[in-house]
């Protein structure tokens, strides 16, 4: 299965991101999505899986829940906003940990693109950065990875300069 990660875009969706996703059988949006066309313009591409963050709607926080966990092939997913990131991890997100033993765990909210394996928690930490135009981001950054299994593979970053003169 060929999954497309993205978060904080903040009401905009770069156009790169259809030719980016467009191989993905599912796309997981990590909150501060900012508009509802966000989502359904990424759900042209396929199904979404998303989660609100701290900038959005109260319309969003009510159709979209704060985190997310579920299967996808032999691998526990979760899928959260504000997480933290390895060794520093908020208090939601530690509770999860424990109580879920999630294999992947997918933030968003920094703004930096991240991916580390987690040794003491046994699962995979992605944070795919920013694909919007707001905030203190350089690059607008996206993630991509298959899974097969148990096995996950052919992790690719979209990193473009980032371009304030596009309308939002």
Known sequence: MKIG?????????PPSAFEFFKECNQIWHAGDVGTMDVLTELETIAPVVAVWGN?????MRNKYPEYQ???CEK??????????????YSE????????ESPTVFVAGHSH????KYDESNKMLFI????AGKMGIHRSLTMVRFEINGKN???????????DNSMPL
């Open 5 to 13: 990660v993205l978060s904080d875009t903040h009401g905009f969706l």
């Open 55 to 59: 900038c959005d709607s109260w319309s």
């Open 69 to 71: 966990i579920f299967k």
């Open 75 to 88: 691998h526990k997913i979760a899928l959260m906003h504000i997480v933290g990131n390895p060794g520093h």
């Open 92 to 99: 939601t997100a530690r509770k999860i940990i424990r109580e």
């Open 112 to 115: 930096i693109l991240l991916i």
């Open 127 to 130: 944070n795919p950065g920013a």
């Open 152 to 162: 996950i593979s052919h992790l690719d970053v979209y990193d473009m300069k980032r």
